[in-house]
């Protein structure tokens, strides 16, 4: 079973270089062609949370994780493995983690996370309509199954 590890994504600005884009422009949002509908100078990608927009076809995302997903096609799970953004849960779990996540601090995260599926599940389904939303949520239901298996062992 692998395991979502969001500081393993690539860096935005080499991921999207990679994948064939130019970016473009001063600032933190950079413009360029947009490969979902072809558009030549259309799409805006953040260059340091990987985000992007396109302003003709409105394909959109949060991270490179979702641009990655919808270029492929390919799930959520399929799409961080490509990109090396996942650990096998048979793998060591770092030290440093286990020793700075204190027992009231990972119940602290926990009540976050919770929470956050909680406000989620609750809202209309227009807030689970954006998929980053949608990412955002099994990210959170992920951390809080990390944290109880921790807790168990
Ligand atoms: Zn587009």
Redo the contacts with the bound molecule.
């Keep these: 079973m692998k395991r979502f590890v969001r500081d393993m994504l690539p860096d935005p600005i080499r991921f999207y270089e990679a994948e064939g884009l130019q970016l473009t422009g001063p600032g933190k949002w950079k413009t360029t062609r ?1 490969p ?2 072809g ?1 030549s100078d ?2 805006r990608v953040n260059s340091e949370s990987g985000a992007f927009k ?1 302003m ?2 409105e ?1 959109h995302g949060g991270d490179v994780l979702s641009f990655y997903m919808q270029r492929q096609s390919i799930d959520f799970l399929d799409a961080a493995e490509a990109l090396g953004a996942t650990v096998s849960d048979g793998a060591v779990p770092s030290p440093a983690r286990k020793a700075t996540l204190s027992a009231p601090a990972a119940l602290a995260l926990l009540q976050s996370e919770a929470w956050l599926i909680a406000c989620t599940a609750l809202s209309t389904a227009e807030a689970v309509k954006d998929q980053a939303d949608r990412l955002r949520l099994i990210e959170a239901a992920r951390t809080i199954q990390n944290i109880m298996q921790e807790a168990g062992t």
């Design positions: 947009c979902f509908h558009g259309s799409m396109c003709a076809c394909v």
